[in-house]
């Protein structure tokens, strides 16, 4: 390996960039089987390394998902990526110990996302539900302390746990912003993102319909990348002020959004404190410029009772309670 050059290594399951230097040792790991070939990644790399790689959707169904490439000539092991990644799928390492630059120099922030779990009047009899909807099996049963415990590392903040459990768990997402169905514009027959969701905000319903429960979206964007309806893309470009310096930029946006089957939009996201002018650029490339528009949050609110039927098993659930609560003496519906 010469030296200060970057090389790629892939296999089936992981992408790996290693970079060996006099004084760093630098590596990037993505793990593919958690990836799901989201807009975040390339989005806000700033020197546009991470692209879109494979993807095939054949007879409405998803026969192998996107998932990224990075161009070693372009990485600069910024750890922006890392970052932003909403399935925890890339990590970093300096020296052999776990390193972001971008967070250590104090240019990026830290992402503020979080879930915790009350016990305290938590009906048991839901426990199976919370952990069979769990996408990435973040939570545990601790017998020994008699809890569930939330794996941080793997908890994708998608909100179905709370759903399941009836607000025993409480999440935070990062992200803001809002996800939006046309039905009719989709490609007859085409269910390829619901298959590439990673939580239960796209999937199909009983009768092979597509439904959208847009409380569960992590504003990841899969769906977009993989939907067969392709965006038009523009340039436009923009003047950002950060810390007294004044630089204008191009940037790339969607010219059709409204036009397309499935359309993500993220507008307002929840950080530590930082000053920076790559994260207003970064801000930039990843949120959607119409950032004013809160009234779209009241269309987020869903009846409880359907995102119960978004769960898998939730139908069932639901079923289970009312009659438990039927059976209670002197119970009765207002």
Known sequence: MRRGTAVKQRSADSLVLERKMVTHHDVLTWDLDRCVGCQLGPHVCPKEAITHLGG????????????????????????????????????????????????????????????????????????????????????????????????????????????????????????????????????????????????????????????????????????????????????????LRSQGVTATKTFQRVANSRELPIWVERWRVKHTPVQSGAWVAALVRLADEKAGMLELEHKRAIKRRDLIVALKGGREAQTRKAERRAALPGTWEG
């Open 56 to 239: 095939a959707v054949r007879d409405g169904r998803l026969a192998s998902k996107l998932l990224v490439d990075v161009d070693p000539a372009k990485c600069v092991f910024c750890g922006m990526c890392v970052v932003m990644c909403p399935v925890h799928a890339i990590s970093m390492t300096l020296n052999d110990e776990p390193v972001i630059p971008v967070q250590a120099y104090e240019a990026f922030p830290e992402l503020v996302a979080s879930n915790t779990f009350e016990p305290a009047g938590f009906d048991w009899s839901l426990m199976q539900l919370v952990l069979d909807n769990c996408p990435t099996e973040a939570i545990s049963y601790v017998e020994e302390l008699e809890t569930l415990e939330i794996d941080e590392g793997r908890c994708i903040h998608c909100r179905q746990c709370e759903v399941a459990s009836d607000g025993a768990f409480e999440v935070v997402q990062p992200w803001e912003g809002t996800v939006v169905l046309r039905r009719e514009r989709c490609v007859e027959g085409c269910l390829a993102c619901a298959d590439i969701c990673p939580t239960q905000a796209l999937r199909v319903d009983d009768t092979g319909e597509l439904v959208l429960s847009d409380y569960y979206c992590i504003k990841c964007g899969a769906c977009v990348q993989v939907c067969p309806v392709a965006p038009a893309i523009e340039e436009y470009e923009l003047t």
